[in-house]
Each structure stands twice: as C-alpha cells, then as structure tokens.
C-alpha cells in the first residue's frame, strides 16, 4: 500500500467476493498474509505513514505517485515529517487471496485519512489494492495503489476469493490466455481489446473478466462483478488499450499482475487515459481471467 496513494487520493480498491470453489491454497496462509496487512497498519497508526512504508514494502516494490515508481527511492528522497502522526491513515483487509505456491497474493478493504492535529480537516476515504510477495521469508508489498470515494464505503463482510470458475471463452482459450510466465500476460495485454458490445469478432475484454471481478476507479464506488461492469463501460465502437510496464507472477503460475497505462478510445477520439493495475487469476479451464482492476488518474 503507497503513501501517496492513500495519502493523496489521486489513486484503491478492487476487492474478490467469495467465489464457489473453495479456494487451493491453506488458509493459514492466507491468515498469515491478512496478518501481514494488520501489522502494516498498526505501525502506520503507532508509528507514521512513512516508518510503516519503509517497514513493509518489498525492496523493489512499486507505488502510483500518480504514475508507478519505486516507494523507496521516492520516500527517502522527501523529508520525514517533524510530527509522523499528523496524518492518520487507518486500514483492514477485507479479502484476498493467495497463489498455490505461497509466494504471492493480494489483499483489499476500505481505508480512511485523518489529520490528527487538525479536527476541522474532513477525513478522506477510499480502497486499496495491494499485491504481496515473499521476500526472504517475509510477506511484502510489491504493488500499491488505492483510490477516493465519495465518502466511506460501506464494507463488504470478510471474503476469501478462489479460483475463477467462468468458463472459457473463445478469447479466453486463445494460446496467449493459456500460455505460462509473466510475458504471457505482457502478451495478452498488448492487444486492443473491444469494449463494444457486439464487438464483430474482435477480442472482447469483457471476455478476460472473472465472475467476482471487482472495478476501482478515482472517485467512485467498486464495480463488483462481471456483469457490473459491462453495464458501466460497454459502448459501440470503443475499446481499451494498454501499454504494460510491469509484471510478476506466481510460482504456481496460477495468480499474476500487470501494470502500466491505460488509454480507451471511441472510435478514434481518446475518452480517457490513465494508470492502471491488474491482478489476474486462472479459472477452472486454465485461462487468465482479470479478477481486479484499478483504473488510476493520468496525473
């Protein structure tokens, strides 16, 4: 989870409802994992945002200041703050999950900001999305971002996600959709996908969708689920384009990212432009399926 993004709202939440099948890996782990989650809060309220960040965040790991970068690099190239508890920035994992192997996972819930010193300041609320992975042993962050709401969310109650168990489509059974590694998923996201409709035989990005998948975008409340975001997006003639920078996947193969900029279009008139992060899971058939998405501001 970055500063900047919780701190500064310009980007999360995109959170995985249960799904039917129970989920492959120990729950223990996925226990650990939330426990992981807690402990980086508690030392955000005990000892400052900027203590807490250094503490839990991979070496490499990356936030969106708008835009991805390395946390450390950008943190300890800023002051620290005289008074490290001004800013109240308070959060809880409220789902996840976590690949076969163990060594990477994801958690999401609702956050909320508050300046400590100054009662008069509104507090600010949002959701985050962090992507974890082991480092010697250790669950840290490797990917942050979060966007605002309106005001604070309404929690969902504590879920657990699964595998997907949508079928496989036509798009979905593609060899790209099948194939293994990160650069499978660079691949995949390196087409212009349809977000029309009927879109004629094009690939369809409502296609890579999971049942539970959830959409975050600045300033609104989560899209949750596949046919959910269909209705919000779907239009003739447009579609969506991104440009990946970035991403990891598990040892299992089954659990992966992806980051970079978004760009959608109708027709050839840019709508919109942005950041953008994806978590991606397989489903029963084998296929990448997008289980979280996080749309980000371009600035």
């Known amino acids: 989870m970055t500063h900047c993004s919780r701190a500064r709202l310009t980007v999360a939440a995109l959170l995985l409802a249960a799904c039917s099948t129970a989920p492959t890996y120990p729950d223990a782990t996925l226990e650990a994992l939330f426990d992981a989650e807690r402990a980086f809060a508690r030392d955000s309220?005990?000892?400052?945002?900027r203590a807490a960040f250094l503490e839990h965040f991979a070496t490499d790991g990356i936030d969106?200041?708008?835009?991805?970068g390395a946390m450390r690099e950008r943190m300890l190239a800023r002051p620290a703050p005289t008074d490290p508890l001004t800013l109240l920035l308070d959060w809880s994992p409220q789902a996840g999950a976590v690949a076969r192997s163990g060594d990477l996972g994801f958690t999401t819930g609702?956050?909320?900001l508050r300046n400590q010193r100054d009662p008069s300041a509104p507090a600010r609320y949002g959701y985050f999305l962090s992507v974890w992975k082991r480092e010697n042993g250790r669950w840290r962050v490797a990917l942050d971002g979060g966007v605002s709401t309106p005001a604070a969310p309404q929690p969902d109650a504590p879920a657990v996600a699964g595998g997907e168990t949508r079928g496989a489509?036509?798009?979905?059974?593609s060899a790209r959709s099948l194939a293994h590694g990160k650069d499978a998923l660079v691949?995949?996201?390196?087409?212009?996908?349809s977000l029309d409709p009927d879109p004629a035989g094009a690939p369809s990005y409502f296609e890579l969708l999971g049942n539970s998948v959830r959409l975050l975008r600045e300033g609104?409340?989560?899209?949750i689920g596949a046919d959910a975001v269909r209705k919000a997006l779907a239009a003739t003639d447009r579609r969506v384009?991104?440009?990946?920078?970035g991403a990891g996947t598990s040892a299992s193969d089954d659990m992966g990212f992806t980051y970079g900029r978004y760009a959608r279009f109708v027709g050839s008139v840019e709508e919109s432009t942005g950041y953008y992060i994806h978590v991606w899971q397989?489903?029963?058939?084998?296929?990448w399926r997008i289980a979280a998405e996080v749309q980000l501001p371009p600035g």
Do not use: K, N, Q
């Open 45 to 49: 309220t005990e000892r400052g945002i």
């Open 64 to 68: 969106f200041r708008p835009g991805p």
């Open 110 to 112: 609702p956050y909320s």
């Open 169 to 173: 489509s036509t798009a979905a059974r």
């Open 187 to 193: 691949a995949l996201e390196r087409e212009a996908w």
């Open 220 to 223: 609104s409340y989560a899209l």
């Open 241 to 245: 384009v991104w440009t990946p920078a």
């Open 282 to 287: 397989r489903d029963d058939a084998g296929s």
